[in-house]
């Protein structure tokens, strides 16, 4: 985008990069790989029948018509890759050969390569060989494409050097701000919308974004950023005194949060014009904040319409558009009109011949050769017209929805705000409780922070359709489970299912992991331990890191009168020699122990003082060993009646040393339940 526009030095723009997406550039450029590259750079002939699907599934994730068709190679490996209509039985290609394979590794590169990057080197060879590519021309685009990205934060920090742009950012990693304060925010503008309860309330998370970006910005850039686009534009008062707290000037919105704050229920009306186009302060406590508000009209039309037109004539019709709003403010008493235009700056382009190029260099020359427009960055307008309106109050919205619905209200994304709510709550107790090291509570605040980005709640719901909507949710409750098992607590059961499908819920109570399985160590079937806790063994992991656990996952419940536990992961080798110790500390020192090594069924042995031993006709417990071991331990051995709160751990011994322990650090609290519980909480189901 910023290559496109230093031809045309009177054209100044401003460009929004969030940190996220900067950290992604400097990840790639550092060497940091993903599925896709990495299925891309494997060789054609060492491809697995699964990774294959991977590809033929992914690797033609283009524009068909303007990165597909005009490619013949491309077009026929989609053709063939295709199944075919008819049935079971109706004939089906042959699968992909080697061959064809790489060459498919190697066009969805290709395909989306930049075209002005058509005559640099291997891009223009391998355009004009177009099929039957090596190993090595493979690996050289694919290098090439590294070293591209390598150059995206230099090639802005040039431009900004020169005054023809200004780079803003964003909250670090794109959170609604508004929602972040608290999720009962849109009431404001709509009483009825359901939301969480109790409500999310993070506002020092909110401002912990903000202050990450600015560090993210001046380390990379040189300077602090003067302005930020809020992610979405989505404003309210409380996040607008953030803003001007985390020390950003300017901000900017969309024009429907502009007409609800100058008391219109949506844009238009009279003398509309003169009203979107100047800019705005707001009062904070800490100052002034200059707001913009975009043209919704003619930043669409760049979005959504002027793909399918001539260059020349989209040009033009954008230039006279920009003329009319300029002349109808000026009619309306706007002595200086600044008109806005506020789009995504990556979404469109694939839509447009050339990825944009063409209209792009059309609209830049057009522009600069009107000398009734003057195209500058946001700095520059305010400074030649600064604010001489006030706006009093900044009620909630954003650039798509006034009552943020698209991340709230919706049963699925109430069920992941207060999914996320909860793990929260948790990472605040253990930072005031000071039981475990500062270092894992700040672990799991990352991956807290990770999760209360915005486009997880875009996609629950039924609003937006995508096929990669399980990876969203699985991707989503994967933070919030490593954020628990960092802080050594399990991961709940209503995380470790699917978030979609949720049935509404009214007020939001904890989850009791009830469960009765089946004493025979293995899935006996799919409910068994589906409401258990869980603990992932991967993710309980500090600075030594231990690549190999035996003990890959703890899962655990209980009814009325025992706590069920089950360990994935021993097995074979793992379990000659070896025991599985249970090691309580409330509410009185006990041991128990499932000696492994000794059969795949067997009572367990306690060890009070070191007597291992059970009277006569007493309830020792069990455990069974399979594709899993599961064990049952009687709450009575333990002296634990209902409502006491358990805490213990898990040891593998192996030759009586023990040689992994769940949880690394603290203990697992588990509270028994009232003699009554299944009488009250019975289920036909």
């Known amino acids: 985008m910023v290559s496109a526009l230093r031809p045309h030095p009177r054209v100044h723009a401003t460009f929004n990069l969030t940190p996220v997406l900067l950290d992604q550039l400097e990840a790639i450029a550092s060497g940091t790989s993903d599925d896709f590259l990495d299925l891309a750079r494997k060789p054609a002939e060492s491809l697995t029948p699964e990774e294959q699907r991977f590809l033929t599934r992914h690797f033609f994730s283009v524009n068909p018509e303007r990165m597909l068709e005009p490619h013949p190679r491309y077009r026929e490996l989609k053709a063939r890759s295709s199944t075919p209509q008819g049935g079971a039985r109706a004939p089906r290609e042959p699968p992909l050969t080697p061959d064809e394979i790489r060459d498919l590794q190697t066009w969805f590169h290709l395909a989306w390569v930049d075209p002005m990057y058509r005559d640099e080197e291997p891009i223009r060879s391998l355009l004009q060989k177009g099929r039957g590519f090596t190993e090595a021309e493979k690996r050289s685009l694919l290098d090439w494409g590294v070293a591209c990205a390598a150059r995206v934060i230099g090639t802005y920090r040039d431009a900004a050097s020169t005054g023809q742009i200004e780079i803003a950012t964003s909250a670090y990693h794109h959170p609604i701000l508004p929602l972040l304060i608290s999720t009962d925010a849109p009431r404001e503008v709509s009483p009825s919308i359901r939301l969480p309860i109790p409500a999310f309330q993070a506002p020092g998370d909110a401002a912990e974004h903000l202050r990450r970006a600015r560090e993210s910005h001046t380390r990379r850039f040189g300077a602090a950023p003067r302005g930020t686009w809020p992610p979405e534009g989505a404003l309210n008062q409380a996040a607008l005194e953030l803003l001007r707290e985390a020390g950003f000037a300017w901000c900017a919105s969309d024009e429907a949060v502009l007409a609800r704050a100058l008391g219109r229920a949506e844009p238009g009306g009279e003398n509309w014009t003169a009203a979107l186009c100047r800019s705005y302060r707001v009062e904070t406590k800490t100052g002034p904040l200059a707001i913009v508000f975009r043209d919704r009209l003619l930043s669409d039309r760049i979005g959504f319409v002027y793909a399918a037109w001539q260059p020349d004539r989209a040009a033009e019709d954008f230039v006279t558009r920009v003329l009319e709003a300029g002349a109808r403010a000026r009619e309306q008493g706007v002595s200086g009109p600044l008109v806005t235009v506020i789009l995504d700056g990556e979404n469109c382009w694939e839509s447009y011949a050339e990825d944009g190029r063409p209209f792009l260099d059309a609209l830049y ?69 000071g039981g475990l090291p500062e270092d894992r509570i700040a672990q799991a605040f990352e991956e807290i922070l990770v999760a209360e980005a915005s486009d997880w709640f875009w996609w629950y719901g039924d609003d937006h359709q995508s096929a990669h909507k399980d990876e969203f949710d699985a991707l989503f409750r994967s933070h919030l489970i490593r954020a628990y098992n960092l802080l050594g607590l399990p991961a709940p059961a209503t995380i470790r299912r699917s978030l979609r499908g949720a049935p509404a819920e009214g007020i939001d109570g904890e989850h009791i992991p009830h469960i009765a399985p089946t004493m025979d160590g293995r899935d006996t079937h799919f409910y068994e331990w589906r409401n258990a806790e869980l603990f992932d063994a991967a993710s309980d992991q500090g600075a030594d890191h231990r690549s190999v656990s035996s003990m890959r996952r703890v899962l655990f419940g209980l009814n009325e009168a025992n706590l069920f536990l089950r360990v994935d992961g021993v097995s074979g080798k793992d379990l000659e020699n070896s025991s599985i110790l249970l090691r309580f500390t409330l509410p009185r020192p006990l041991e128990a122990r499932a000696p492994l090594a000794k059969g795949p069924r067997g009572a367990l042995e306690w060890i009070p003082g070191g007597a291992a031993k059970t009277a006569e006709g007493e309830d020792a417990g069990e455990y069974a060993v399979g594709t899993v071991i599961e064990i049952r331990v009687p709450l009575l051995r333990l ?27 603290g203990e697992f609290a588990t509270a028994t339940l009232p003699s009554d519980f299944s009488a009250q909480n019975w289920s036909a189901t």
Do not use: C, F, Y
């Open 365 to 433: 020359g057009r522009i600069s050769a009107e000398r009734g427009i003057e195209a500058v960055t946001v700095e520059e307008a305010l400074a030649r017209v600064p604010p001489s309106e006030t706006l009093p109050h900044v009620p909630v919205g954003s650039w798509i929805a006034a009552d943020l619905s698209v991340w709230v209200g919706h049963a699925e994304k109430n069920r992941a705000w207060a999914a996320l709510r909860r793990v929260r709550e948790r990472d605040q107790m253990a930072g005031s409780d």
């Open 639 to 665: 002296g634990a009646s209902a409502g006491t709160v358990i805490h213990w751990r898990v040891v593998l011994e192996q030759s009586g040393e023990a040689v992994e322990v769940i949880p690394r650090l």
